[in-house]
C-alpha cells in the first residue's frame, strides 16, 4: 500500500463534517476507530492511543494498522511518522492539505477498499496526529447529502 499515492484533499463538506470527529468533539456515523497519537521527545519514538466504535474484527484491525505502519515506516518521503522532521516536511510538499494556515493543521484523506482514513497532521504541535477511520458508505453519504439535503435531492 502506497501512502504517497493514496493521498487525496478534503473537499469543503468533508471539512465540515470531519472536523468534530477528528477534533474528539462527537463521533461521526460510520466511525469505526479513532487513532490518536504524537512522536516523543526525540523524535524517533512514537505513542499511540486507538478508540475502538465497531465489533472488533480481524481484518480490520490488521487494516488500520497497516495504514498506520505506512505512514511511519513507508517511503521516506512519504512517511510524515516516522520522526518529527519528516511530519513537518510532509507537510510543506504537500500545501494542498493544509486546512487551516492559522494553526498549521494539515487534513488528508486515504481510501483502501472498504474505508476511508482521515489523517490530521500537527507539526507545530509537538508532532501529533490524529486518524479517523470510516466506512466508506458513510463517507458518501457525507458527501453526497450534507447536512439539510434529502436522500431524494439530486446529487
Known amino acids: ?10 473537499n469543503t463538506e468533508e471539512k465540515r463534517c470531519i472536523l468534530p470527529c477528528l477534533s474528539g468533539i462527537a463521533p461521526f456515523p460510520g466511525c469505526e476507530c479513532k487513532v490518536s497519537g504524537s512522536l516523543n ?3 524517533k519514538g512514537f505513542y499511540e492511543s486507538w478508540e475502538r466504535f465497531s465489533p472488533e ?9 497497516e495504514i498506520l505502519r505506512n ?13 518529527k522532521g519528516a511530519m513537518y516536511a510532509f507537510c ?5 492539505i493544509e486546512t487551516f494556515p492559522e494553526s498549521g493543521e494539515y487534513i488528508f484523506r486515504m481510501d483502501t ?8 497532521l500537527f507539526p507545530n504541535d509537538e508532532s501529533s496526529f490524529r486518524v479517523c477511520c470510516l466506512r466508506k ?11 439539510g439535503r434529502s436522500d431524494a435531492e439530486e446529487r
Open 92 to 96: 510543506l510538499c504537500h500545501p494542498e
Open 71 to 83: 505512514l511511519r515506516f513507508g517511503k521516506e518521503e512519504a512517511s510524515p511518522l516516522r520522526r
Open 41 to 43: 521527545s526525540t523524535g
Open 113 to 120: 477498499d472498504e474505508h476511508s482514513y482521515y489523517v490530521a
Open 137 to 147: 458508505d458513510a463517507v458518501d453519504e457525507m458527501i453526497w447529502y450534507p447536512a
Open 1 to 10: 500500500m502506497e501512502v504517497w499515492s493514496m493521498i487525496q484533499e478534503l
Open 57 to 65: 474484527d480481524a481484518s480490520l484491525i490488521s487494516e488500520q494498522q
